[in-house]
């Protein structure tokens, strides 16, 4: 079995694509809107240093990534034993070297994986524009104009993204978290922007 | 040598794999196996099964390997049909 079909079959038997799923969308959430205030902070201030910037938002970056990683590893390790218990009771049959054991042990890690890595990568990609204009690429807007549409785009994706898994309009999803993010902003410059 | 030709199994396993992964994976021991699968009792968590297993010399060790690999569990083993053939030289 190569290892995406065992990735597939641990999954399958453990019943967890859906957790994995939403620990996708929630965090990579999480992470376009951490972003989104991030950059819109900065834009309502007074100018700062491209590398001051940058620097803020890797490092708002990488801590929901190890935050991801970290807490979805702990808790999911816990269920999956917790999971793994109540089968060999009723089994009455140690089962470390099936299946369930081998998911057990790796279901945890591919979780947390997705739950890391889903706010740092839309993190990262809604900075690149900063780092590409630092690196001397020309930009037709700001980069942290840039950046916020990005940040946009992601959002609406993840709302696209969201629609298809429940069957709804996929517009309609994505309009809906884009309000959100709209949300976001006004509220930033109700309370940030006096 | 004696050869395994038809064995009649009484399984427990969880509900995943389900029944059609189960039995295409014992299927896969072997080149000619026949595998058929009833699903007899089932509570919350888990399934009792009765899997028959027909071949022209079923490897009963590399059986009970991936039924474990598959979290399963022998119970019994009701029916076995085995025939003694010349070694061939």
Redesign the interface.
């Known amino acids: 079995m190569n290892p995406l079909s065992q990735i597939r ?1 641990l999954l ?4 967890t694509h859906g957790i994995v799923r939403r620990y996708f969308v929630v965090n990579g959430f999480d992470g376009a809107l951490t972003m989104l205030g991030l950059i819109m902070g900065f834009l309502i201030s007074s100018s700062a240093d491209l590398s001051v910037i940058i620097n803020a938002s890797l490092g708002a970056a990488i801590a929901l990534g190890v935050s991801g990683v970290s807490s979805a590893y702990v808790s999911e390790k816990a269920e999956r034993r917790r999971a793994l218990g ?2 060999e009771d ?4 140690d ?1 470390q ?5 081998e998911a057990a042990r790796w279901v945890p890690m591919l979780i947390a994986l997705v739950n890391g890595s889903a706010p740092l990568i839309i993190s990262l990609l809604i900075i690149s524009p900063l780092w590409l204009s630092r690196a001397g690429v020309l930009l037709f807007i700001s980069p942290l104009y840039a950046a916020i549409i990005i940040a946009f785009l992601l959002i609406f994706l993840l709302g696209v993204f969201l629609g298809r898994v429940s069957g709804i309009s996929w517009l309609r999803s994505g309009i809906q978290t884009l309000l959100i993010a709209l949300v976001t902003i006004l509220l930033i410059f109700l309370f940030a922007g006096g | 040598m004696v050869s395994v030709k038809r064995l009649v199994l009484d399984i427990l396993k969880p509900h995943q794999p389900d029944a059609l992964e189960f039995s295409c994976t014992l299927a896969k021991g072997g080149d000619d196996y026949r595998v058929g699968l009833t699903v007899i009792e089932m509570d919350e968590n888990t399934e009792t099964i009765q899997v028959v297993i027909e071949g022209s010399n079923i490897n009963f060790e590399a059986i009970q390997s991936a039924i474990t690999s598959m979290s399963g569990s022998l119970h019994s083993i009701d029916v076995v049909e085995v025939q003694s053939e010349p070694d061939k030289e």
């Open positions: 079959f399958r038997i453990t019943r109540e089968l009723t089994m009455i049959t089962l070297e099936s299946a369930h054991g």
